[in-house]
T-cell receptor, first 113, second 114 residues
C-alpha cells in the first residue's frame, strides 16, 4: 500500500516569494491534515479537510496561506508571500476517517531567506 | 483546550538500557493516543496506537500504556539500541465539533550510545 506522498522535499525561496506544496494521501483516506513543524517544536495543525470540505483552519494564517483539496483526494498548500518565520517542515497526514490512526508523509522542508 | 506535555525533553542512555518516555494530557475525553517516531529531516512514523478503551499496546520491544483518568501515557522501550535514537512524539486526538482534533507534544529526543 502506498503511503502519503509529498513534494517537493526541499524548497529554498527568498522572502516575499511564493511556494506551493503538494500532498497525495493514502487511497481511501477521507481526512487530510497539513501541519507546520518549526525546528524543536511539535507539529501544529494548519488545516484539516474531511473529503473536500474544510473542518478546521483556525490556525491557518489566511492572509498568506491557502489550501485546497479538489475532488477530495490530493491537496495543495500555498504560501504567498513567504516570510522568514515560515521556515519550517510542512507535514501532510491522512486518516481513514476521524478518530483513526494518522499516517504522515516525509514532509516538505521550506527555507525562507 | 488540550495541552500535551512530554517529559523528559531529551534523554541519553547507554545501549541495552530499558527506558520510559512520558506523555501527559489535560483533557481526558480522547479518542485514542498515538506514539510516533521522527528521525532528523523525516516525517513521523507511527509506532503504536492505543484506543481510549485499551490500557496498553505492544509491538516488539515497545510497550505503550494509557491511563485516561490521570491523563498519562508511557512508552517503554526495552533493551535500547543505537537505531532507536530519534525524537518520540505523542499525539492525542479528541472530539472537537464532531471532528478529530489532534494535539502533539514537542517530543522527547532520545540518544542511545553504543
Amino acid at each position: 500500500e502506498a503511503g502519503v506522498a509529498q513534494s517537493p522535499r526541499y524548497k529554498i525561496i527568498e522572502k516575499r516569494q511564493s511556494v506551493a506544496f503538494w500532498c497525495n494521501p493514502i487511497s481511501g483516506h477521507a481526512t487530510l491534515y497539513w501541519y507546520q513543524q518549526i525546528l524543536g517544536q511539535g507539529p501544529k495543525l494548519l488545516i484539516q479537510f474531511q473529503n473536500n470540505g474544510v473542518v478546521d483552519d483556525s490556525q491557518l494564517p489566511k492572509d498568506r496561506f491557502s489550501a485546497e483539496r479538489l475532488k477530495g483526494v490530493d491537496s495543495t498548500l500555498k504560501i504567498q508571500p513567504a516570510k522568514l518565520e515560515d521556515s519550517a517542515v510542512y507535514l501532510c497526514a491522512s486518516s481513514f476517517l476521524g478518530a483513526q490512526e494518522l499516517f504522515f508523509g516525509e514532509g516538505s522542508r521550506l527555507t525562507v531567506l | 483546550k488540550q495541552e500535551v506535555t512530554q517529559i523528559p525533553a531529551a534523554l541519553s542512555v547507554p545501549e541495552g538500557e530499558n527506558l520510559v518516555l512520558n506523555c501527559s494530557f489535560t483533557d481526558s475525553a480522547i479518542y485514542n493516543l498515538q506514539w510516533f517516531r521522527q528521525d532528523p529531516g523525516k516525517g513521523l512514523t507511527s509506532l503504536l496506537l492505543i484506543q481510549s478503551s485499551q490500557r496498553e499496546q505492544t509491538s516488539g520491544r515497545l510497550n505503550a500504556s494509557l491511563d485516561k483518568s490521570s491523563g498519562r501515557s508511557t512508552l517503554y522501550i526495552a533493551a535500547s539500541q543505537p537505531g532507536d535514537s530519534a525524537t518520540y512524539l505523542c499525539a492525542v486526538p479528541r472530539n472537537s465539533g464532531g471532528y478529530q482534533k489532534v494535539t502533539f507534544g514537542i517530543g522527547t529526543k532520545l540518544q542511545v550510545i553504543p
